[in-house]
């Protein structure tokens, strides 16, 4: 008998209403996927974070109800069917799926079926960290010290950096220097963590996109591509699925970013003469570059060599020779740390985040 892998309080994590927000279901996302039912807790359809991120894209906010996003008439299996765990890969292999709702003769949900449980996915991907700029927007903290190094709660920017993506299974991490390099080396070296990190090293500065030059031997699989001075608690993993499943060349973190003009905004005619419309403090919305990226090998190729190129150099080189650029929509927490009033934020964030992370028994992450 088919019962679903998760166990079922895990289950009831994944449940929510057809009238949850996307805020509201992204604290279910724990298991990739939102079980939506119905007022009789029948199923009423699935959304993936490959969906709420493609809603994102187009146009849906934090308020946006699961309803108009999500996958109705899931395909499914009941619960008194005799499957074995090699009949199940095969069935979500061919159907191209990685969720599968175990359902009783009721319709309501009793398991779930995850494709992680059952076939594990190439090695996950390795990882580039950007971590030779000389941070001058943070004089004079960075002075002495390599932006990366800078202290965030019980640890620096970088070493955060690399718990996400270690936690994500990317074990696989390169980290290019520069500006102060030597104490970047020396951090790693004193924590016994030189071994598992390799270093791109910069004779001149690169800019964000040049020291990939540097990586010898040529990568045969897709990685990842970051600054190493931002804050994030990005699924990487689901970034990874969302650039396979694309089909992307390159793909880009993009984040939304939204500015109020604090005066009433006038359009004119056509002939710039008389006003025809005024609107009182509008708020305008933006996509904007995240700072990390996944490339395929070919991009790579695309990289001059020693010498300073930046990475929107290399989109916009992708774009022009016709490869795939996709934007994936960072939903979970992101914060760039430019300057001094960032600085700050981000310290007061992360620890509070920290801190409401070790007192959360349930593992539910929390999202802003």
Known sequence: MVTGK?????????????????????????????????????LAGLVTDGDLRRAFLNGATMQTTVAEIMTRNPITIREDNE????????????????????????KIPV???????????????????????????????TIDTPKPLLPIGDS???????????ACGVNNI???????????KEHFRCKDDEDSIRFL????ELGTAGALSLINPRPTHAFIVMNADLLTEV?????????????????????????????????????????????????????????????????????????????VSLIRSAIRQGYKVGAFPILEYWRDIGQHQEMAKAAEEWVLRKKNETENKTGVMNYV
């Open 174 to 184: 390169a980290v290019s220097v520069n500006y102060l390099g030597e104490k970047i």
């Open 156 to 166: 620096t920017i970088i070493d955060n950096v690399i718990d996400g993506l270690k």
């Open 6 to 42: 998760i166990s079922r309080e895990k289950l009831r994590e994944a449940l929510a209403p057809a009238s949850a927000t996307i805020e509201q279901v992204l604290k279910a996302m724990d298991n990739e996927v939102a079980i939506i039912v119905d007022n009789l807790g029948c």
């Open 235 to 311: 699924d990487y993993k689901a970034f990874v699925r969302f650039h396979k499943d694309s089909g992307n060349a390159l793909s880009v973190c993009v984040r939304k970013i939204e500015e109020t003009v604090p005066f009433g905004v006038v359009s004119l005619d056509e002939n710039n003469r008389n006003i025809t419309e005024i609107t009182e403090k509008p708020v305008n919305s933006y996509l904007v570059n995240a700072g990390i990226y996944m490339l395929e090998p070919a991009i790579v190729d695309l990289v001059p060599k020693n010498r300073f190129y930046d990475m």
């Open 201 to 204: 090293e910069e004779k001149k």
């Open 111 to 141: 398991g779930l079926e995850l494709l992680r449980d059952q076939y594990s996915d190439d090695d996950l991907t390795g990882a580039v960290l950007m971590a030779g700029g000389k941070g001058t927007r943070l004089h004079p903290l």
């Open 83 to 106: 499957f074995s765990s090699a009949e199940i890969l095969a069935f979500m292999l061919e159907r191209q799926i990685r969720h599968l709702p175990v359902i009783n003769e009721e």
